[in-house]
């Protein structure tokens, strides 16, 4: 995999003011906030929320999913009130999460193949892809493990693996610590540390405790989801800086 900023040395995420909404209104609006990479080369962010239809609504701003209805928000460079800048994004982010689907039979190195097809190179060897993101995870000696055999921090460690084995610029982590110890949230930690090198990553976590242990900067989600027809005339939710703790990395 590739190494260092290049590709990210624009601000990786500007949002001023974004709000998103469904069927019933608008659910959600993001303070101003700016992610870039640091004087170290990363670009490394954790957003504190315990509501998961919150998460979502991020996850999916950030990725190109969702159109912001109000506000600005560029990400990795393109403008994510135009389709084709939500396009060019989704191609270049990847999304780890501790769930999803699978068959059975589905092992880890599956898993990783399958997501490799995301690769932005058309001539890209999906089994190299594949083999490279497992070497270096460590994952190799449970490649041919079935992903629901496997043990929890191993399968979790396997969705950071598809998440960027298609090599993303922008690495989006939504739940990937909730119900781990102490032990285990930390061994996942460094391994979020060591994909840190290659690319930016924006983590939604419950509380703050596993953040800490990653990511330059903290800020928390302090109310709820805003529900109503009209566009709020404020800042809904409001943002307070955590203060990371003075960890090697």
């Known amino acids: 995999m590739r190494s260092g900023h290049a590709e990210t040395a624009i601000t990786s995420v500007l949002s001023a003011g974004v709000g998103a909404r469904d069927a019933t209104g608008y659910t959600i609006r993001l303070a101003t906030f700016r992610l870039e990479p640091s004087e170290l080369g990363r670009a490394v962010l954790g957003i504190v929320t315990p509501r998961s239809a919150a998460s979502a609504t991020i996850v999916g701003l950030l990725s190109g999913r969702i159109a912001p209805a109000y506000g600005e ?17 989704r191609r270049r982010v990847g999304i780890a999460r501790p769930g999803g689907m699978v068959w059975p039979t589905t092992t880890v190195r599956k898993l990783v193949e399958h997501a490799a097809r995301r690769s932005a190179s058309p001539c890209a060897d999906r089994t190299l892809l594949a083999a490279a993101i497992l070497d270096r995870l460590a994952l190799m000696p449970w490649a041919e493990v079935p992903l629901r055999a496997a043990p929890d921090l191993v399968a979790r460690r396997a969705r950071l693996a598809a998440a960027c084995v298609h090599e993303p610029n922008l690495l989006i982590i939504d739940g990937l610590f909730d119900h781990l110890g102490v032990r ?37 989600l302090a109310d709820g989801i805003l529900l109503g027809r009209a566009a709020p005339p404020a800042t809904v939710y409001e943002f307070s800086q955590v203060q990371p703790l003075d960890h090697a990395r």
């Open 73 to 89: 928000l560029r990400v990795l460079g393109h403008d994510m009130a135009t389709q084709a800048g939500r396009a060019a994004v």
């Open 184 to 220: 285990d949230r930390a061994i996942l930690a460094g391994v979020v540390t060591e994909l840190e090198r290659d690319m930016s990553v924006v983590a939604i976590e419950r509380d703050a405790d596993s953040l800490l242990l990653f990511c330059d900067q903290v800020i928390m």
